[in-house]
């Protein structure tokens, strides 16, 4: 998705992926991150929130990808990994890349006694 950043004017391209689809817009009209300029017929973010969206879009197809591979690993639905995780996210968005990998380290060290 194409964002036109406030400050330096940079037309930026913004992209979550998940499952294969483009999932961007809708994270961000979810978390009312989406601004439409309607001068310009653009959407557009300060530096700041682009910035944090991106490291945001990383870290989230980052653990998406951990997961499955603790999934493969000890071979374990994923959908368990994230019944997991979801019990404790609490819906705030700059504690969902921690809690998830302290979930993921929690169920790696439980299942590698196992091994």
């Known amino acids: 998705m194409l964002i036109r950043v406030r400050e330096s004017h ?10 294969g689809i483009e999932y961007t817009r809708d994270m961000l009209g979810n978390n009312g991150a ?3 300029n309607e001068e310009t017929e653009e ?15 990383r870290y989230y197809e980052t653990d998406e990808e951990e997961v499955a591979e603790a999934a493969d690993e000890f071979d374990i639905m994923e959908s368990e990994i994230w019944e997991k995780i979801n019990f404790c996210l609490d819906g705030d968005l700059e504690s969902r890349h921690y809690i998830i990998q302290r979930e993921l380290e929690e ?8 091994i």
């Open 10 to 19: 940079d037309l930026v391209d913004l992209c979550l992926m998940k499952n």
């Open 34 to 36: 989406l601004h439409y």
């Open 43 to 57: 959407h557009e973010m300060s530096e700041d929130e682009y910035e944090w969206w991106k490291e945001f879009f």
């Open 107 to 114: 169920i790696r060290g439980f299942y590698k006694n196992f």
